[in-house]
């Protein structure tokens, strides 16, 4: 069998893999997207190429040999982004836990490495792949050669024969370094012909061959300008044909016979993964931790076909398995059971028609350990059935342990805590369209499997739960919380189709309206959508100044015309179109797709174990991101209505929430002073900032103070104020100065909570939720700088996410406790949303702000407004 050299080029692929994913960070908050994309296309290469050999050729410096005939070259290139320099390291070490050899060589490129190997490799009759995101490599092309060029990201390339060349630029490989010489290379800096593109390029050389040839017989050529260019940067051609050219020579100290490659190290492989917390590759790798507990290495289950009383125990953990990841009305395909007695599969069927069965997991004195309460307790309840005696879940144990991690997974909490054997459940059903339910014995011992990680990590987690002085946040606040939230997801809100479907026709008209009006201002109709075609409109046509340009044209993007606003009236139209459009397709349509049919609403599914800040989101749909500052945005909430008629709507928000929780975490006498007496938080902080009376604030003062109140709850930059007053830099810098001054007990907060991080690396809310910050300690600023920002206002939006959760888990028992019929249907940021009978409103107007305001107590007092009407708009 031919032996096969793989030769990659290092550079190249990490740049692409960290631009074509998005920032991913290990819970030491190292990046690790570049890691990522480089580990999975070298996991493809070893299965689909089986090479015998295999090199990854680094760039050693910026300064190469070329640099002597023209110093600009590559001279246009950006500083690689310092989230990415610190990737490298560890992509080094990623490839000695391969086994794959790496090489740099100074004053030369890793396309003269991979030149010089291939050649050698081509002499001693192997086959060779190179892989690359960069065209240059095309001209090493031979019989014996392809080249792999990324296309899409990493995973999808183009192969590069001498046929896929001939038919897609009609030349040879040999002359590829010919079209670099005519018509340059941007990236690269090498200045080629002016005014010379591809196609020009492409057919001089097929009627002259080499770019030598054609400057020969110049006189041959047609179009007098085009004579002129050549004629006139004769140097110029050759040069960057010079420039373009791989060295196949370089005096590289690495042979063929040097790179053979035998396969990975699996243990130094399995530490890396673990250590960047890459848990979906130690299944791919099929690595087996070290401590395997014994109970996995020899599980017995049994698969049951007639449930007995004496296996349901008073402790249990309890898989509810779903095949479909959205569980309203999902279909549950089996239930797992794990206590003393043994292990259990119990196929739905077969539990679902046991008396025996629906006994106990109703019955709130069988305690149960769970893997996601509310989801589990969701399906149930479509089902008829209530889910009893919860009373630890392993997800929202894992979650607040660690935020950062990824704790939606049984499997890798699971494989974290030394429990390898249980499998993704992407491993076991597929993914995608081949997604399917896996052979009984297959899909029982998967779910048996997650029901014993579950019995077993209960102790552990809580362990370090209580070690972490967090077992009360998790037993009082998240466990109720869950099952809170899935009373509120089975519940839903009713959706008014007339209404929503009133409002599509007018937002539809509106858009009309602004298409003409845009037309008209353009002086010509284009495809308003298309940025290619509006940057042509606003920057050729309309002439007006570029601010940025993008790989494909001129950029249209909001920032770049909100920036263009007062140069030209077709601005704010575009916007409002844009704003119309997404208005149309992300909410009027989008809630159409997601309202089900026999409820009439939509029972949107709130996420409790991905903001480390203790928020919750929502998605399907998501009813946090509704554009209520737009008019048109606010009336989407026209369409959510009660669910009984002669109900309403009844909604009540905390008032500047975080403002408060900065006045009691900071001790800051002003402001505790100015929320007992109920002032004004704004105008107050404008007359302590400017050194004004009240009488003499002006709405500008105040506007700048709201600006700086807020912003340094969210961790305020001097140039994060100046983009919101639009004021400059220096100015901004000076607002907070003063702002300081005139609260020092914030003041003191932000250092002491700078270095209170710093030392432990972590920073917690007043109910002891943590937000870990590995990059406090950074030499990279950017880095440390967020850090720092994160660390001072994580206390304050976290514990007011704390506060609010509270509250709907007191809310949710004295609705019950009180035999109100009105029942808690979402959480929206800072707001509780109810739906009421009209005859228990009287009651609602006492009772939601008196428990809303007794959640925590505070220095100052909590404040909350309510308001109601005939739909969630009225409700304002």
Avoid: C
Wanted: glycine share 6%; charged share 30%.
């Amino acid at each position: 069998m031919t032996k096969k050299l793989v030769l990659i080029d290092g550079n190249s692929i990490a740049y692409r893999a960290f631009f074509a994913l998005p920032l991913l960070n290990n819970d030491k908050g190292i990046h690790t997207n570049a890691v990522y994309g480089f580990t999975m296309m070298l996991m493809r290469i070893v299965e689909e190429e089986k090479p015998s050999h295999l090199l990854v050729a680094f760039d050693a410096g910026k300064t190469t040999f070329r640099h002597e005939t023209f110093k600009e070259y590559k001279g246009g290139r950006q500083k690689t982004p310092p989230e990415l320099s610190e990737q490298f390291p560890f992509i080094r070490e990623l490839l000695d836990a391969y086994n794959i050899k790496r090489y740099e060589l100074a004053n030369y490129e890793a396309d003269d490495i991979i030149g010089t190997l291939s050649a050698q490799a081509e002499q001693e009759g192997l086959d060779v792949k190179v892989i690359s995101g960069d065209k240059d490599l095309l001209q090493l092309v031979s019989d014996r050669v392809t080249v792999d060029i990324t296309r899409k990201g990493i995973t999808e390339v183009d192969s590069y024969t001498p046929a896929f060349i001939d038919e897609k630029y009609g030349i040879t490989p040999e002359q590829i370094v010919d079209m670099k010489g005519l018509m340059g290379d941007s990236s690269d800096n090498i200045p080629g012909v002016p005014g010379v593109g591809e196609k020009t390029a492409l057919k001089l050389l097929k009627e002259h061959h080499t770019v030598e040839q054609l400057l020969e017989s110049i006189d041959q050529v047609s179009g007098k300008k085009l004579k002129e260019k050549l004629e006139e940067h004769k140097e110029l051609a050759i040069m960057s044909k010079k420039l373009a050219t791989i060295f196949r020579e370089a005096p590289i100290e690495v042979k063929v016979e040097d790179v053979s490659y035998e396969g990975h190290d699996n243990e130094k492989l399995a530490a890396l993964f673990k250590e960047l917390g890459f848990n979906s590759l130690l299944d791919k790798l099929g690595y087996e931790a070290e401590e395997i507990h014994e109970e996995f290495e020899d599980m017995n289950y049994e698969i049951i076909t007639s449930v007995r009383e004496e296996m349901l125990t008073t402790h249990s953990a309890l898989i509810v398995e779903l095949f479909d990841e959205n569980y309203h009305h999902a279909d549950i395909i089996g239930f797992g059971i794990a206590n003393e007695t043994g292990n259990y599969f119990i196929p739905a069927d077969t539990a679902l028609e046991s008396e025996v069965f629906l006994s106990w997991i109703s019955d709130e004195q069988m305690k149960k350990v769970v893997f996601n309460a509310k989801k589990s307790a969701v399906s149930l309840k479509w089902k008829g059935i209530n889910l009893k005696g919860v009373y630890h879940d392993v997800m929202i144990a894992s979650y607040i342990i660690n935020p950062s991690d990824s704790n939606d997974d049984l499997a890798t909490i699971a494989k974290q805590k030394g429990y390898s054997q249980v499998q993704s459940d992407e491993a076991v059903y597929g993914k995608g369209a081949k997604r399917k339910v896996p052979e009984q014995d297959i899909l029982a011992e998967h779910v048996v499997r997650k029901a014993l990680a579950a019995y077993h990590l209960e102790n552990q987690l809580t362990d370090e739960l209580k070690a972490n002085e967090q077992y009360k946040l998790f037993e009082d606040l998240e466990m109720p919380l869950s099952l809170v939230l899935g009373d509120m997801e089975h519940q839903g809100v009713k959706i008014d189709m007339n209404r929503l479907n009133t409002m599509g026709t007018e937002i539809g008209e509106r858009l009309d309206e602004i298409e003409k009006n845009i037309y008209r201002l353009a002086g010509e109709s284009f495809n308003i959508n298309s940025p290619k075609q509006l940057g042509v409109v606003l920057f050729e046509t309309l002439n007006l100044p570029v601010i940025k340009k993008t790989k494909t044209g001129y950029s249209t993007s909001a920032d770049v015309l909100e920036q263009l606003a007062d140069k030209h009236e077709i601005i704010s139209e575009i916007l409002h179109y844009r704003q119309l459009g997404k208005l149309q397709s992300t909410y009027i349509e989008g809630l159409k797709k997601v309202v089900y049919e026999e409820t009439n609403k939509v029972h949107t599914r709130f996420t409790q174990t991905l903001t480390q800040t203790g928020r919750l989101s929502s998605t399907d749909p998501n009813l946090q991101n509704i554009p209520i500052r737009l008019e048109e945005g606010k009336k989407i909430r026209q369409a959510f209505v009660p669910s009984q008629q002669d109900w309403v709507i009844f909604a009540a928000d905390y008032s500047q929430i975080e403002l408060r929780v900065l006045a009691h975490i900071a001790n800051d006498e002003k402001l505790i002073e100015a929320f007992q007496n109920d002032l004004d938080i704004h105008t107050k902080t404008a007359m302590d900032v400017f050194h004004v009376e009240q009488d003499e604030v002006t709405s500008n003062m105040r506007r700048q103070a709201k600006a700086v109140n807020f912003g340094i709850v969210y961790g305020i930059s001097d140039y994060g104020l100046s983009q919101s007053l639009g004021i400059t830099r220096k100015e901004a810098g000076k607002f907070i100065e003063r702002y300081l001054e005139s609260f020092p007990g914030v003041k003191e907060y932000m250092d002491d909570i700078i270095r209170d991080a710093k030392e432990k690396g972590y920073v917690t809310t007043l109910l002891q939720r943590r937000r870990y910050l590995p990059e406090i300690t950074s030499r990279n600023f950017n880095l440390r700088s967020f850090a720092e920002r994160t660390a001072m206002n994580t206390p304050i939006q976290g514990t007011a996410a704390d506060i609010i959760k509270k509250a709907m888990i007191h809310m949710a028992e004295r609705l019950k406790e009180e035999g109100l019929q009105s029942k808690l249907l979402l959480q929206v940021h800072d707001e509780l949303i109810f739906e009421a009978p009209k005859e228990e409103i009287e009651t609602l107007k006492k009772l939601v702000p008196e428990v809303m305001e007794q959640a925590l107590e505070l220095k100052v007092p909590l404040k909350v407004d309510y308001s109601y009407g005939d739909t969630w708009f009225d409700a304002k």
